[in-house]
């Protein structure tokens, strides 16, 4: 889960109605007529965070592009602490604050953690529709341009370094009915367009492994619903994920029930149906009122930044193995490729080359969160390898010290563990605790996966 395991010269274009653009003669950007555009596509936390910081440069005209605007990406939702102030987020879009988590093996072993958080400390769960909403409404009153299309083909320039343009083609959904394709010339792109991304494809940025991940909201009765006021669970076992795990996450009249996997994502539906059945009585008699499902990056792209288009969020791979968390990347990548893109561009006067962003985006990203993907990725081979091995997980989560770690790591953003003494404890805990699992674990259930193993990067 999320908090135990511990983001020169343009041509220029008239913007006519709607979008429609009438070819006018090129300009220097220092014309005050004239400002490079930047687009946004995709308009989740990654899109809204990136969109929100160009916005506020009034020498850059910005676009965000979003399919749905109503659209959120099926999500366990649970944000850190510090993503809260960090983006100034009200109060009005956390539907509860998780204190307490119980830690579920594949025997039913329950461990409750949370004591070590202190009063004002929680995890907080949201959905995605009311953060996405708020977020991209914010980067809209700051000034974006909103575009309610679907992208449907990028066009890279061949003169890229040479500061020729990219055009976007897309189909608009906001007129009611059919509407013609259109297109929008841009200067610099952020690609906030999730898994799938569309500009992933159009610069040659290489395939990621991914995991899908299902989810079902379900509406349980009210004194159900007590039972999860400040409480979330996670599940492991082979039953549930062979490779991930399975949770029950409070929202604010419901819980989202759900699992993904990697290694066989064709049984999706079995492990749902038993992260159901281990909940049990909890849920029982629930309604199923959404069912959501969606892939999920394992790691980084190969590339991330060509020329002048920019990937952030799902789209550059940017979700933690282990916890599968996303959000706060998605926002933190997002809010520093924009940033990057703008300090590059000088007030708008130049435009950013691939090696500006590279040095202004990338390069700080992975030295602020490169640790805490090593360390998850490590976790994850070594505790989600077999049923003893998520036993002694487990086992391992009684200690106050794992307690502490993970759960400052996961609220902070920040690898915590510097008590030598305790580390050395901690050591010899693990050994004890894999013999243990070893010894009351059922061995994992075969399945055969050839066809999609043979995809794995």
Not at 68 to 81: F, Q, R
Request: charge should be neutral; hydrophobic fraction near 40%; aromatic fraction near 8%.
């Amino acid at each position: 889960m999320h908090a135990i395991l511990l983001l020169v010269a343009p041509a220029a274009f008239a913007y006519m109605s709607h979008n429609r653009l009438a070819p006018v003669r090129r300009r220097q950007a220092a014309s005050i007529e004239m400002k490079y555009r930047v687009a946004v596509i995709g308009g989740g936390p990654s899109g809204a965070c990136a969109a929100e910081v160009l916005a506020q440069e009034p020498n850059i005209e910005t676009y965000i592009i979003e399919r749905k605007m109503n659209n959120a990406k099926p999500c366990g939702g649970a944000i850190p602490l510090c993503m809260v102030e960090e983006f100034d987020l009200p109060a009005s879009i956390i539907d509860r604050k998780v204190r307490k988590m119980k830690m579920i093996s594949p025997s039913n072993r329950e461990v409750d953690i949370g004591s070590t958080l202190k009063d004002d400390e929680y995890i907080g769960m949201t959905r995605r529709e009311v953060l996405d909403g708020y977020l991209r409404d914010r980067a809209i009153d700051y000034g974006a341009k909103p575009i309610n299309a679907l992208v449907t083909k990028i066009d890279v320039p061949e003169d890229a370094d040479a500061n020729g343009r990219y055009t976007i083609h897309y189909s608009p959904n906001d007129e009611g009915r059919k509407a013609p394709s259109r297109s929008l010339e841009v200067d610099v792109i952020i690609g906030a367009d999730g898994a799938n991304s569309r500009l992933a494809k159009a610069i040659d940025a290489g395939e990621y492994n991914f995991a899908i991940a299902f989810q079902e909201r379900i509406k349980i009765s009210d004194e159900q619903m007590k039972f999860y006021e400040e409480l979330a669970e996670m599940y492991v076992g082979d039953d549930v994920s062979p490779d991930f795990y399975g949770w029950v996450f409070p929202k604010y009249d419901h819980v989202g029930v759900g699992t993904g996997t990697v290694l066989n994502r064709p049984a999706i539906k079995e492990y749902q149906d038993a992260i159901r059945e281990r909940a049990g009585s909890k849920i029982e008699g629930g309604k199923i009122i959404k069912v959501e499902a969606h892939p999920i990056p394992e790691h980084y792209r190969p590339r991330r930044v060509r020329n002048r288009a920019v990937l952030v969020g799902d789209a550059a791979g940017y979700v933690t193995k282990c916890s599968g968390e996303g959000i706060y990347f998605a926002a933190k990548s997002g809010r520093m490729a924009a940033q990057a893109v703008v300090k590059c561009m000088k007030g708008g006067s130049v435009l950013p080359t691939e090696k500006d962003l590279i040095s202004e985006y990338i390069k700080p990203y992975d030295a602020l969160y490169g640790p805490t993907y090593t360390v998850l990725d490590i976790l994850q081979k070594v505790f989600y390898s077999s049923n003893a091995a998520r036993e002694a997980f487990v086992d391992m989560c009684q200690s106050k010290y794992v307690q502490q770690v993970t759960f400052d790591s996961y609220l902070y953003k920040k690898v915590q563990g510097n008590n030598p003494i305790d580390d050395i404890k901690l050591l010899f805990g693990t050994f004890g605790s894999l013999l243990r699992g070893a010894a009351i674990a059922t061995p994992d259930k075969a399945f055969s996966n050839p066809v999609e193993s043979l995809k794995r990067l």
